[in-house]
T-cell receptor, first 115, second 108 residues
Framework: EAGVVQSPRYKIIEKKQPVAFWCNPISGHNTLYWYLQNLGQGPELLIRYENEEAVDDSQLPKDRFSAERLKGVDSTLKIQPAELGDSAVYLC?????????????FGPGTRLTVL | TQLLEQSPQFLSIQEGENLTVYCNSSSVFSSLQWYRQEPGEGPVLLVTVVTGGEVKKLKRLTFQFGDARKDSSLHITAAQPGDTGLYLCAGGTYKYIFGTGTRLKVLA
């Protein structure tokens, strides 16, 4: 069974440019998460989806970040415009059920560098 | 707000040594999970502890959940270079959060 797929793996952009990340969760997983991880630190939740509904986006900086999960499968996370402080790894994870405690399976992440 | 503080933040040891990583909070957690993350990869779940005082073993790794379910520890016996990575505890009653992380490097 394929794991969580993310693309691109690496992205380098100049500040004020837009950027988008894509995630394909494990087949059949209803819950999808986007996390931000700074070097050497634990991931921080940005948004959690149950199917196509964003059930927790309290930590998403909505002035510049947006996300969507069309048809409750794939998801995209967008930043527009990017700032220097957005440089980090963006992780996508999925889990089978609705409860937040279900085991999460992580993708390899997208490493974003903003110059 | 629930927080998970891990210590130490960094640990560099020689192959064959033992080590313990701690995960502490002032809040009670219904369960805690431990992950290992290697460079360029996402975290991978190692174990879930649910009951206060619970001890779980995974080969050379021993995980313990505090009696009050506010803390947990990870003990590695005879560390190997393959144990190198970022160790994360995580949990949450209302919001799932990750700990601050412990970066372990085992030297051959």
């Amino acid at each position: 069974e394929a794991g969580v797929v993310q693309s691109p793996r690496y992205k380098i952009i100049e500040k004020k440019q837009p950027v988008a990340f894509w995630c394909n969760p494990i087949s059949g997983h209803n819950t999808l998460y986007w996390y931000l991880q700074n070097l050497g630190q634990g991931p921080e939740l940005l948004i959690r989806y149950e199917n196509e509904e964003a059930v927790d986006d309290s930590q998403l900086p909505k002035d510049r970040f947006s996300a969507e999960r069309l048809k409750g499968v794939d998801s995209t996370l967008k930043i527009q415009p990017a700032e220097l402080g957005d440089s980090a790894v963006y992780l996508c994870a999925s889990s089978p059920g609705r409860r937040g405690g279900d085991t999460q399976y992580f993708g390899p992440g997208t490493r974003l560098t903003v110059l | 707000t629930q927080l998970l503080e891990q210590s130490p933040q960094f640990l560099s040891i020689q192959e064959g040594e033992n080590l313990t990583v701690y995960c502490n909070s002032s809040s009670v957690f219904s369960s805690l999970q431990w992950y290992r993350q290697e460079p360029g990869e996402g975290p991978v779940l190692l174990v879930t502890v649910v009951t206060g005082g619970e001890v779980k073993k995974l080969k050379r790794l021993t995980f313990q959940f505090g009696d009050a379910r506010k803390d947990s520890s990870l003990h590695i016996t005879a560390a190997q270079p393959g144990d190198t990575g970022l160790y994360l505890c995580a949990g949450g009653t209302y919001k799932y959060i990750f700990g601050t992380g412990t970066r372990l490097k085992v030297l051959a």
